[in-house]
């Protein structure tokens, strides 16, 4: 699977985009450390480029640069705000997304992605069954739902502690997402979180992966502890909980 590289220098930028094919489809995350968004699309990119395998020559490449270190990068991309992607191929930018959306930012990485050696009608992927002339059919059901388990599937794991929260940290957007982040934060607990609120797909999905109805949630190594109730419940039994 594919991962992502952190760019810490002018130089390591452009020897690695000197170094890509012209067919690889090059997805750069600005980020900061000061904005809580980019840690939640930290994960979301994270787990995005998992999908991908690795392949020769590259089909994809990733990277994540620190909009103020390098801001001669930044102001090259009109960098204004952060989170902030650029999808770039042989050397053109492609597309821009803006913001926090998991959904605009997935959208446009399969989009682009999809059309490298896909047929084009109006300048536009067309997704085929292999048989020329025959657009595919709407997805399987089925199959839809597996590829969404598999992604929450990674999802959860995608820190240690994962938090599954209405709002950011900074910003919660209900009470009891807002307490469990006050817990996590009296036990010294570093933990990734994600705005269910900025995906609807992983909102809905994520009741029926972890069979639990209601937000936040919390998981630990992969596996579900619960809501505010369960994890308070946990720490009034075991006051290491968090140290286990």
């Not at 994809?60 to 390098?70: G, K, M, P």
């Not at 006050?182 to 809905?204: P, S, T």
């Not at 069979?211 to 308070?232: A, E, F, R, S």
Request: proline residues 7%.
């Amino acid at each position: 699977m594919s991962t992502i590289r952190e760019i810490t220098s002018l130089p390591n930028w452009e020897h690695h985009v000197t170094s890509l094919p012209p067919s690889t489809l090059l997805v750069v995350s600005f980020h900061a450390p000061w904005a809580a968004p980019c840690a939640q699309m930290a994960t979301v990119l994270s787990t995005l480029a998992s999908e991908y395998p690795v392949t020769e020559p590259p089909s994809t490449s990733w990277v994540s640069i620190n909009a103020e270190d390098l801001s001669d990068i930044s102001e090259t991309y009109n960098v204004t705000a952060v989170p902030f992607l650029v999808l770039i191929r042989n050397g053109q930018v492609l597309e821009t997304v803006s913001g926090s959306s998991a959904v605009k930012v997935r959208n446009a990485i399969e989009a682009h992605a999809a059309k490298v050696g896909a047929p084009v009608l109006n300048g536009a992927a067309t997704a085929t069954d292999g048989h020329e002339g025959e657009v595919a059919t709407e997805e399987d059901p089925e199959k839809k739902k597996e590829e969404l388990f598999k992604r929450l599937g990674d999802l959860v794991k995608a820190a240690p502690v994962m938090l599954f929260m209405k709002g950011t940290p900074s910003e919660p957007k209900c009470g009891f997402s807002r307490q469990l982040v006050a817990i996590l934060r009296e036990n010294a607990v570093k933990y990734g979180f994600f705005n269910i609120l900025a995906d609807d797909e992983v909102r809905q999905g994520l009741k029926e992966f972890a069979d639990w109805p209601t937000y936040p949630q919390l998981w630990v190594d992969g596996k579900l502890v619960g809501g505010l109730d369960i994890v308070k419940e946990e720490l009034s039994n075991d006051a290491d909980f968090f140290k286990a």
